[in-house]
């Protein structure tokens, strides 16, 4: 049975960092795109940032591009999202998932490309 499984979440002040991890297990992960979604309370799920399977390319969403890097250790089935200079609307459940295929980032930004899914870790900024 696939299973995600995220870390790193917690509660950091505004303009710190955290890095949240996503374990995969069950599944040939190097041919899995992987990406990271949130959900902040009383809004919809959104597009956080994809990587593809091989690593070599990369997309964001514009409200994070240039704050949150996406990487990925397939020796580790390991997927990892560096957030930094994090604001409080940073603020929300990060989601990772998996979508078998080898297209470039960009094709995984919407959450219907995805197969699988993490159960999601809180990310809380304080203003």
């Known amino acids: 049975q696939v299973q995600l499984v995220e870390s790193g979440g917690g509660l950091v002040q505004a303009g710190g960092s955290l890095r949240l991890s996503c374990a995969a297990s069950?599944?040939?992960?190097?041919?899995?795109?992987m990406g990271w979604f949130r959900q902040a309370p009383g809004k919809e799920r959104e597009f956080v940032a994809a990587?593809?399977?091989?690593?070599?390319?990369?997309d964001y969403a514009a409200s994070v591009k240039g704050r949150f890097t996406i990487s990925r250790d397939n020796a580790k089935n390991t997927v990892y999202l560096q957030m930094n200079w994090l604001k409080p609307e940073d603020t929300a459940v990060y989601y990772c998932?998996?979508?078998?295929?080898?297209?470039?980032?960009?094709?995984?930004?919407?959450?219907?490309?995805?197969?699988?899914w993490g159960q999601g870790t809180q990310v809380t900024v304080s203003s």
């Open positions: 069950a599944l040939t992960f190097s041919s899995y795109a």
């Open positions: 990587i593809s399977w091989s690593g070599g390319t990369t």
């Open positions: 998932a998996a979508a078998r295929g080898y297209s470039s980032a960009m094709y995984y930004s919407t959450s219907q490309r995805y197969d699988y």
